[in-house]
């Protein structure tokens, strides 16, 4: 007889993420906080020291896997806010009274919690605002406001300078600068080899969502911010053309997918192959391409050649021979920008603003909270009271998982780690140990944040840590019982009802891949009659008229051109690149990876928030049921649309079973009250 499971909630609690130990995080994090409180205290300037352990502390929180360039705006956008924070803290702290202050921690926190609905950046960026803000206001020092600021700033650049300094494991000799972009570009060729093995079994689906964060984590490795528009180094525009070669691979990988049925083992050679170039710098030499016939040929055994295919074997070809170039072409990167007018969308919309008011309750709350136990002495001696408003932003971020397992990490994590600090500062040597357990401690957070319990116990030592350092007698109890207190304001706060729609945050990550996918399938299901820069199209009458129409026999001057088809690739130079040998205004192609890379891309987040969601406590959960069957339609509409447009490159038209999957898909949107508009002219 089988254990019943656990309720979601409490099972998401102990689900850790897995992967290798990133070593060179660790390194950067033992040389960031201990050294930086060092330093600080050799010089006479403690409380400087203290600031910037605590700044390098938040930025090793950011300092995940990818580029170097893409890390400069990961650890250097919060780093800047959380500077901006700590000025404000600091004045706020020293002219306000208890309740104005509270009442500006509130209108600090709606506008922080806006800002971190436009993104993971902009997230973390809002979370160091509001940290810093209570740091400076609940941390008494001889500093000036400014003077904390610079330390701030100095504590995280100096994390930033590290990870701009220091090589990474396994870089190839005497050029490091893009191995974080080298390895997201090759994980990208082993996610389609990964999905190629798996077409057509059980998990396809599994493989074909993380080709989606492959392509999501590349794109980002080379978007980062740069001070010219083309890439400067042969290096990297080499990367750029890997990137681009990948495209056309990976749709053909998915069209291969939707097909629903195995792939040769051979067909998986040669992206792997390409991965381990990317990975090596090196010229693809070889590659063992699928065996699809040419034109005029005929199978001696009955193997159906498909579309995809040929799809994916001119793709594969393609892409050898943008290996094989020693200096690569400038290319159009296919990054996704998001403008002023997406980030105002983003913070005034329904999620922006559920998330703002909660935020807002929850800093402003907990600040009066504290400010009321600090003002009645219930910290005793205590001068630090900022524990209970740090506590109550980290519990409020919903990017750490659902609120009750939030709640649930946070109060063990934070045990777990005032009763270890407790033991070491009675063993442990001062002020010697406690130097030598802040650099542990910033070395094990690279590793911590896979579990937000884990990553709790960390800080709360090193924060611990650095009080005592600072003169502040030990208060492990105190943080206990303040945490208790964060969390279940948190929890209150995080059930109320608020104005407008419950779950608006994850309806509108679905409403944006609606959009998305609306997109796309317009591009790609265009009117036939006009396909060569989407200009002049008519609008079909339906969903109906949408597929139907390229099912249809069409005279010879109404069929759309096979871009893909034999003919076409016999009739391009062999020396040309991914997307040439056809006319511009006939060759859409890099705009149409671009809106089906936004379309899986917006899909996966409103994934991610949707499992989120799922796993609430019941109250909660129930106000996004039925949005992962929507979720799950979408995908298959784009995972079709994918398939239709490989097909309509090949032979111009459709087959009778991508009519039927488009207008089921379409269909079954229809009746989950989600309306994929047909495209207009």
């Known amino acids: 007889m089988s254990r019943p499971a656990a309720p979601p909630w409490l099972a998401h609690a102990f689900r850790a993420q897995r992967g290798p130990v990133p070593w060179s995080a660790v390194t950067r994090g033992a040389l960031a906080a201990g050294p930086l409180l060092l330093a600080g205290v050799l010089g ?7 600031l910037a352990a605590v700044a390098a502390m938040l930025a090793g929180i950011n300092d995940r896997p990818g580029s170097r360039r893409a890390s400069v705006r990961r650890l250097g956008v919060p780093a800047l ?39 993971p950046v902009a997230s973390a960026a809002g979370t160091q605002l509001l940290v810093a803000a209570a740091f400076g206001a609940g941390m008494p020092v001889a500093e000036s406001g400014w003077q904390r600021a610079l330390a701030f700033l100095a504590g995280a650049g100096w994390l930033m300078l590290l990870r701009l300094a ?59 911010p740069r001070l010219r528009r083309y890439a400067g180094s042969s290096a990297e525009r080499r990367l750029q053309a890997r990137y681009a070669a990948a495209l056309p691979l990976a749709e053909a990988a998915t069209a291969l997918f939707w097909v629903g049925e195995p792939v040769a083992a051979r067909a998986s050679e040669g992206p792997r192959r390409l991965a381990a170039a990317v990975r090596g710098d090196t010229p693809a030499g070889p590659l063992p391409a699928p065996r699809v016939p040419r034109a005029g040929l005929r199978l001696r055994a009955a193997v159906p050649v498909t579309p995809a295919l040929r799809a994916l074997d001119d793709a594969l070809l393609r892409a050898a021979q943008a290996f094989d170039r020693a200096d690569g072409a400038h290319h159009r990167l296919i990054a996704r920008r998001l403008g002023v007018r997406d980030a105002a969308r983003a913070v005034f919309g329904a999620g922006g603003r559920e998330y703002g008011l909660r935020v807002a309750l929850c800093f402003g709350g907990s600040a009066a909270i504290a400010q009321t136990l600090h003002h009645t002495r219930w910290y005793g001696h205590h001068e630090h009271w900022y524990w209970l408003p740090v506590t109550a932003v980290f519990l409020v971020k919903p990017d750490l998982g659902p609120l009750a ?8 994590g934070t045990v777990l780690g005032a009763l270890v600090f407790a033991v070491l500062a009675a063993l442990l040597p001062r002020p010697a140990g406690l130097f030598l357990l802040v650099a542990v401690c910033g070395a094990l957070v690279p590793v911590a944040v896979r579990h937000f319990a884990a990553l709790t116990a960390v800080i709360t030592v090193l924060v611990l840590a650095l009080v005592m350092v600072g003169g502040e007698p030990q208060a ?8 208790l207190l964060a969390c279940a304001l948190v929890l209150v706060v995080g059930h109320l009802p608020v104005p407008g729609r419950r779950g608006g945050a994850v309806k509108a990550r679905l409403a944006t891949a609606g959009t998305a996918a609306h997109a796309y399938l317009a591009h790609v299901l265009g009117d036939p009659g006009h396909p060569a820069d989407g200009a002049g199209r008519r609008a079909p009458s339906g969903p109906a008229d ?31 690149g991914p997307t040439s040998g056809v006319p511009a205004r006939c060759d859409d192609r890099p705009e149409r990876w671009a809106l089906r890379r936004e379309a899986y891309r917006a899909l996966a987040e409103a994934r991610t928030a949707i499992a989120l969601a799922a796993a609430e406590l019941p109250a909660l959960a129930r106000h996004t049921e039925g949005t992962d069957a929507v979720a799950e339609v979408l995908e298959r509409l784009v995972d079709t649309t994918t398939a239709c447009a490989v097909h309509l490159d090949d032979t111009g038209r459709l087959t009778p079973r991508h009519v039927r999957q488009l207008r089921a898909a379409l269909t079954e949107l229809e009746l989950q009250g989600m309306r994929v508009p047909a495209p207009a002219a």
């Open 44 to 50: 006479g300037r403690t409380s400087v020291g203290v």
């Open 166 to 224: 220091l090589p990474s494991p396994g870089s190839p000799a005497g050029d490091f600068r893009f191995d974080g972009e080298r390895a997201a570009v090759a994980e990208v060729y082993d996610a389609i080899a990964a999905l190629l093995d798996a077409a057509g079994g059980p998990h396809a689906t599994a493989r074909r969502a993380a080709l989606t964060a492959a392509l999501d984590h590349a794109q980002d490795a080379l978007g980062g």
């Open 405 to 412: 397992s939030r709640v649930l990490c946070r109060a063990a």
């Open 546 to 576: 949408l597929a139907g129409r390229w099912a249809q026999e069409e005279p010879a001057d109404r069929t759309r051109p096979a871009k893909g088809g034999p003919a076409d690739r016999a009739a391009r130079p062999a020396e040309d």
């Open 476 to 483: 492990s109890v105190s943080r206990i019982g303040e945490t």
């Open 81 to 119: 806010a959380g500077a901006l924070g700590l000025l404000v803290g600091t004045y706020a702290g020293q002219g306000m009274t208890a309740v104005p202050l509270a009442l500006a921690f509130t209108g600090l926190g709606l506008v922080a919690g806006g800002v971190s609905a436009v993104g």
